[in-house]
């Protein structure tokens, strides 16, 4: 099997067995699924390999070439997406295969797999309308795991996030449609061919991207998500945040490369950085006002996810090496977050579950009786912050770098200032919970694998910070220096 | 203009009107018909202005019969969802709604 053909396993692996543990018996799917997870790394594998070897690996499935047929792209950076969200996904399911939950809630495995499916398919897509369809069954996967509690709370929580969502890709969809009209084309390669001082095109992409603001929770389109993060079961909240706001994300800015000859995109873009600034502001702002832990927690992505967007003014008009670090800064902030927000939402779900108070100020105590737990809570929160030697601190680093670089310096503000609000909400959870003479003396234990998973990725978003070399330099995509020529 | 130009501008009115609907109602109910309003719309949009002046075109068809699926399922899940709110809550919209 050559590793093109080995791509589509990566979607068929996922779907497989969320078939199959709807079918199964409830309490067999959470073991069933950790028995399927090696399948998936076994799919990844010889695609890593061909990867490596003659690079980027194209399929047309069945054998249709576009544009009637879809085909997979597997480049640096889908793989390496493909590979955080394999790891991430095998850690939350430890986690939550390991807990004794007391509810059924093993709906979330079927749901939890047919996300993994979605988003490998959003990764390697190459085709807007079938990131399109990969939006919709996200949307839906993301839907049911957030309604899974089925409390009053978590219902409209999910309702929200159901009606944001619909609209969201609605947006992109009559996006689609233009792009359509105007290029006789789907895939994005052949898009990148279009004028983009086009009007149609203009007005296409500018509805593709509040779409897709609005699902990846962009100030100040983020009302839905704190209620939807915070209020789901740990091991869902640490896949949303960790990996599925992301993926309207990367559709944007795959977007945004593959049209960029807009002379309008650079205020655009500005435009774009300034909500960021908001993002980053408000989100941590109001993580600091939380009284419960993991709405704290959920704050915390609105704020980091306005990191992200200060991709789109460092790369536009800017030149080659300021386009350069944000591309690295941007994609580092993206899997730094992802693996420390994954440890943080998993060892914030550890610390409610040993206190039995979703309330920060229950937390009181928790150091002296769980300190593996708030250990992994801190280490995630090295990350958010942005302190060395973390993935979050060099990824600030780079993008403060390219901010200087193409003299923009108002980012560096931002940058700054939202490491110091981090800092504020992070330190005000581990002040509770030193506090010492607890008014509790009861404290429930959560299941060693369960710690040992938020710990996993806690440590993981610490080495990042020194091993972002390597993966950084793969998922460079030849795309960027065509871009990079024109801006420089 | 050609039929499929005309269908490309009712498309785009029923966007529009879906819209309007979805921000001016809070009840569920109503917004997830101005939702279904609005995907009609977009369907008639990426059909009509594909092939306006180009003739019949079978990918935007193609595409139009997933996007129906997708608004189905959709459709299915936010009842389901709306339904179980409605039994929990006894409220027919979301609190504290903008």
Redesign the interface.
């Known amino acids: 099997m050559s590793g093109g053909e080995a791509l589509s396993w990566l979607l068929v692996v996922p779907l497989l067995a969320a078939i199959a543990t709807l079918l199964a018996p409830g309490r067999w799917r959470g073991w069933g699924s950790l028995a399927a997870l090696p399948l998936l790394w076994l799919a990844f594998t010889p695609v890593l390999a061909a990867f490596l070897h003659q690079g980027t690996l194209t399929t047309p499935l069945g054998g249709w070439s576009p544009p009637l047929g879809i085909a997979l792209i597997g480049d640096g950076l889908a793989l390496g997406l493909v590979g955080l969200t394999l790891g991430v996904f095998s850690l939350c399911a430890l986690f939550a295969a390991a807990d004794p939950d007391p509810e059924d809630h093993s709906h979330l495995w079927p749901l939890a797999w047919f996300l993994i499916a979605a988003l490998n398919g959003i990764w390697l897509s190459g085709d807007v309308f079938n990131l399109y369809v990969g939006l919709e069954l996200l949307g839906l996967a993301a839907v049911g795991l957030v309604a899974l509690k089925g409390s009053a709370e978590a219902l409209a929580a999910a309702m929200r996030y159901l009606l944001a969502a619909l609209l969201g890709s609605l947006a992109y969809l009559i996006g689609v449609a233009l792009l359509y009209a105007a290029a006789g084309s789907l895939a994005l390669a052949d898009l990148a061919q279009l004028d983009g001082g086009d009007t149609t095109v203009r007005v296409a992409l500018a509805l593709m991207a509040v779409g897709l603001m609005l699902k990846t929770a962009l100030f100040p389109l983020h009302g839905w998500l704190p209620a939807a993060h915070g209020g789901a079961l740990p091991a869902v909240s640490a896949l949303l945040s960790a990996l599925v706001v992301k993926a309207s994300f990367i559709i944007l800015l795959r977007l945004w490369l593959a049209l960029d000859a807009d002379p309008l995109a650079v205020v655009a873009a500005q435009a774009i950085g300034l909500l960021g600034a908001g993002a980053v502001f408000w989100g941590g702002w109001m993580a600091w006002r939380q009284a419960r832990l993991k709405y704290l927690v959920a704050y915390s992505t609105v704020a980091q996810i306005g990191y992200l967007f200060l991709f789109f003014p460092l790369i536009t008009g800017t030149g080659t090496d300021a386009a350069r670090l944000a591309w690295d800064g941007t994609l580092l902030m993206l899997f730094a977050h992802a693996l420390a927000k994954a440890g943080m939402f998993l060892a914030a779900g550890n610390l409610v579950r040993a206190v039995g108070s979703a309330q920060i100020a229950d937390l009181a105590g928790v150091g002296r009786f769980r300190p593996l737990s708030l250990l992994s809570f801190g280490i995630a929160g090295v990350s958010i912050m942005g302190l060395p030697p973390s993935g979050g601190f060099t990824a600030k680093w780079l993008l403060l770098q390219s901010a200087l670089a193409s003299g923009q310096w108002p980012w560096l503000i931002v940058l700054m200032g939202g490491g110091l609000l981090s800092a504020v909400y992070v330190f005000k959870v581990l002040r509770h919970a030193f506090v010492e003479g607890p008014t509790r003396d009861t404290f429930r234990s959560p299941p060693t694998a369960a710690e040992l998973a938020a710990l996993t990725l806690a440590l993981s978003s610490l080495v990042l910070g020194v091993a972002a070399h390597g993966l950084l330099a793969l998922m460079r995509p030849d795309a960027l220096s065509a871009v990079l020529e024109g801006a420089g | 203009m050609s039929t499929d130009l005309f269908f490309a501008w009712i498309g785009v009115a029923l966007?529009g009107l879906g819209l309007f609907g979805?921000i001016v109602h809070h009840h569920?109910m109503r917004?997830l018909l101005a939702?279904n309003i609005?995907?009609s719309g977009?369907f008639l949009?990426?059909v009509g202005?594909?092939q306006?002046g180009?003739g019949p075109d079978?990918?935007?068809q193609a595409?139009v019969l997933?996007?129906i699926v997708?608004a189905v399922?959709?459709t299915a899940?936010?009842l389901v969802?709306?339904r179980?709110?409605y039994r929990?809550?006894g409220e027919s919209s979301?609190?504290e709604d903008?």
């Open positions: 966007c979805f569920l917004r939702f609005m995907g977009s949009l990426l202005l594909a306006d180009r079978p990918v935007p595409l997933t996007g997708i399922a959709s899940l936010a969802v709306l179980r709110w929990v809550s979301l609190p903008v």
